[in-house]
């Protein structure tokens, strides 16, 4: 029996870290050998160019003229069903609850129990579609039906079963970065566009919606800003942008304060940071907190979700109560005034990620996964970023 599989993905292939996870872990599983088809309604934006072992399969909604709204959810199930009996898929592996595992249950009724299906929830799938009465029987049915399900943080395993009362197992496999990516860059002419030598530049990258709490990040900078001369970089888009703007212009801070917008190559942006910013109300691991941990920059954030779970207090970061912008304004003041402490947390940060959140590492626990369900011995298959 051959030792590559074949695997579908589905993700949001448009924006999110849910995204981002799934086209890397893709594009890892075909440098391994393993053929991989993305399904879904485009081409994921992290794919890139042609790559070995790697396909794609637009779902195309039907536009019948009784259906008030496209399905595209019964259209999505449909596709995942033909690529998977045409190709002989082995896997379906569906990042988000809803409505990806869904429809991989449903396609799964129409090919067979041989293709099996590997669930990863990513966040907001439980924390907030799932606190809706309306949703909570189908997502349950969907993760209950899954051959396997994991999930990127234990807090996130802890909320799903509280919230859905699931006793099944879960498997916890954390977000990771591939380190050819992710790794401290060479920015001095990048940073002197927007700092003076002596300045230091605080970080804050979302989509600036209320569970990020950015007006939390203007508050932390403006006191920092009074101890130490720094800047503020903000990298995203979304609807709180406005009110911080605003909120910026109230408190003088204007010409303190750059705005990005959305940037693609973030190991280039993040490393022109001395610490990022996350003081977020929830969050069901922090991508960008680890993205920034592989390029050597520090987070200081809250207490939320899965941060604690990646960001070691006092070693790769500090952490504060989520709201608690003083204790995290202090905790910054301390890490930008001692050189020695900032090498420290930096050097540590470059640690954890290649070992704890190493490509690699993740990588074949998923495969672990797929041929755990498959009934199939696993293999010793070559390392990606060795």
């Known amino acids: 029996m051959s030792q590559t599989l074949k695997i579908g993905i589905t993700c949001y292939p ?53 259906f008030r709204y496209p399905p595209y959810d019964l259209s999505l199930a449909t596709k995942m069903a033909h690529v998977a009996k045409r190709e002989k898929l082995d896997i379906l592996h569906v990042h988000y609850a809803v409505p990806h595992a869904v429809c991989a249950f449903l396609a799964k009724q129409m090919v067979g129990d041989d293709l099996k299906v590997v669930t990863t929830l990513h966040g907001t799938d439980i924390t907030v579609l799932a606190q809706d009465e309306s949703l909570k ?6 993760i209950n039906e899954s051959d396997a399900v994991t999930s990127v943080s234990e807090d996130l395993m802890r909320e799903t079963r509280e919230v859905l009362e699931i006793s099944r ?24 566009d927007f700092a003076e030598p002596n300045e230091k530049i605080l970080m804050h990258i979302s989509n600036f919606r209320p569970v990020k709490r950015v007006a939390d990040v203007v508050e932390i900078f ?12 903000f990298v995203g888009e979304g609807p709180e942008l406005p009110k911080i703007q605003c909120k910026i212009k109230q408190l003088g801070l204007e010409d303190r304060v750059h705005f990005l917008g959305k940037q693609d190559q973030i190991a280039q942006v993040i490393s022109m940071a001395d610490v990022l910013l ?48 003083r204790a995290m304004a202090d905790y910054a003041i301390k890490l930008l005034k001692d050189a020695k402490l900032a090498e420290q947390l930096s050097e540590a940060c470059l640690v954890r990620a290649r070992t704890e959140f190493s490509s690699d590492r993740i990588t074949e626990e998923y495969e672990q996964i797929y041929y755990r369900v498959l009934g199939r011995q696993v293999p010793k298959l070559k390392p990606v970023c060795s």
């Open 222 to 233: 403006s006191m920092v800003s009074k101890e130490v001369p720094a800047r503020l970089l």
């Open 278 to 325: 996350l003081p977020s109300e929830k969050e069901s691991f922090g991508l960008v907190a680890l993205e920034a941990m592989a390029c050597g920059v520090p987070t200081i954030g809250s207490e939320a979700g899965g941060i604690p779970e990646l960001v070691s207090h006092g070693k790769t970061g500090f952490l504060a109560p989520i709201g608690d912008t």
């Open 14 to 66: 448009t924006l999110g870290g849910s995204g981002v996870v799934a086209t890397e872990l893709g594009k890892l599983l075909a440098e391994k050998g393993h053929e991989v088809h993305f399904i879904s309604h485009s081409v994921p934006f992290r794919l890139g160019a042609f790559q070995k072992n790697i396909y794609y399969h637009e779902v195309e909604v039907n536009d019948y003229y009784v």
């Open 137 to 142: 029987d189908l997502i349950r049915l969907a």
């Open 169 to 192: 197992d879960i498997d916890l496999t954390y977000n990771f970065v591939d380190k050819r990516i992710y790794y401290p860059r060479e920015i001095d002419s990048l940073r002197s």
